[in-house]
């Protein structure tokens, strides 16, 4: 069965085109007028996405899911690159005069205005899911991941649970309306009906477009999907071993994938999205206490909790993106002591070196300068 979405058209490398030249130009003579301050700073007076220095949104819907979910979809500046299905992006919202930044799938299908699904776990999440309006701007940064649909005409499986179905539903809104060839199976994970994101969404394409097959698996009552063996997915996809498979959700649930698929002898068949980063947790790693200069503060340690969890808890407001180890938003000089690089184990013990608080935990007592 073909599942893959016809090629885009190439476009051409020899004439620049003319509208964003004629934007340029129009900056320029713009100057004349402002100088000493750039024309984009007027602008902004009257258009609040307009920024010289940070790419905006603003939020034209707030749709809850569930009652702890809610879908928020926002129109960005112009310099916003089109998002491709399965993508996310940072998002930065100001909470009590601090900038906090996450990554979030995007929902939508491509070619659409963007949104994001977001589920209220967290102090960031939660804001946004209980606090936005319409009109409110947020923060952005560009689209950016690769997991993304093949290029070619293929089968596909997709495993998620809870969150992790977000960025699928950008995958199967973008996909079905334009293929009616396509083969999907949808392999979904949540705890009741109720707790399920998109669940009317996703019966009306099921009933839709014959291309697609979805299986709820609703865990409260039928338990987590078993990826330790083949035995579920030989039940509910036998034959799931020649399909493209894209997994997201709980990490346990990642981890169980990767090494199915490695034991399967089809590594190359499995894409795996990851919302947070893979540490390497030691039984035997010592803490310490952390100072936090700046504000004042200590806190006993573990040696495998990060010293951005360690600082949050302490009410300690430290700079974080991603909290993955991949933006460096959170790079906090270092004044005394050792940390542990959690993703690769690495120590550091240079005074003033910039260290990753959301990756990095205390070995011994710790001075930030924070």
């Given at each position: 069965m073909n599942s893959a979405l016809p090629p885009r058209p190439a476009r051409s490398s020899g004439t620049p085109r003319r509208g964003p030249l004629l934007k340029r130009a129009a900056w320029r003579a713009a100057e004349v007028f402002t100088t000493p301050a750039p024309p984009q700073e007027f602008a902004r007076l009257f258009n609040p996405l307009v920024s010289s220095r940070q790419l905006r949104g603003v939020v034209t819907a707030v749709r809850h899911e569930t009652a702890n979910s809610a879908t928020i979809e926002f129109t960005p500046g112009g310099t916003w690159d089109a998002h491709k299905a399965g993508q996310y992006a940072r998002i930065g919202v100001e909470i009590d005069g601090v900038r906090n930044w996450r990554s979030y799938s995007l929902v939508t299908a491509e070619g659409h205005d963007p949104a994001i699904t977001v589920t209220a776990v967290g102090r960031v999440s939660s804001h946004l899911v209980h606090h936005t309006e319409p009109g409110d701007l947020l923060f952005l940064a560009p689209p950016q991941g690769d997991f993304l649909l093949p290029t070619g005409p293929r089968p596909l499986l997709m495993l998620t649970a809870g969150s992790g179905l977000t960025p699928v539903m950008s995958m199967l809104r973008t996909l079905l309306p334009q293929r009616r060839d396509a083969d999907v199976v949808v392999i979904h994970s949540s705890r009741t009906p109720d707790e399920t994101l998109f669940l009317d969404e996703l019966t009306?394409?099921?009933?839709?477009?014959?291309?697609?097959?979805?299986?709820?698996?609703?865990?409260?009552?039928?338990?987590?999907?078993?990826?330790?063996?083949?035995?579920?997915?030989?039940?509910?996809?036998?034959?799931?071993?020649?399909?493209?498979?894209?997994?997201?959700?709980?990490?346990?649930?990642?981890?169980?994938?990767?090494?199915l698929w490695h034991s399967e002898d089809l590594p190359h068949e499995l894409s795996v999205e990851r919302f947070a980063p893979t540490l390497f947790a030691d039984p035997d790693a010592r803490g310490g206490v952390v100072t936090f200069e700046k504000s004042d503060k200590e806190a006993s340690a573990e040696g495998n909790t990060t010293l951005l969890e360690v600082g949050e808890d302490a009410g300690v407001l430290l700079p974080s993106g991603c909290r993955m180890g991949i933006c460096r938003t959170c790079l906090t000089p270092l004044v005394s002591g050792t940390v542990r690089n959690l993703s690769s184990g690495e120590l550091c013990s240079d005074e003033g070196e910039l260290i990753q608080t959301c990756i990095s935990a205390a070995v011994g007592p710790v001075h930030l300068d924070a």
């Open positions: 009306q394409m099921n009933d839709a477009h014959h291309s697609l097959t979805l299986v709820h698996r609703f865990t409260e009552h039928e338990g987590r999907l078993d990826l330790a063996t083949t035995h579920d997915l030989d039940t509910l996809c036998p034959d799931w071993r020649s399909r493209k498979t894209y997994v997201c959700g709980p990490q346990e649930m990642l981890d169980d994938a990767e090494r």
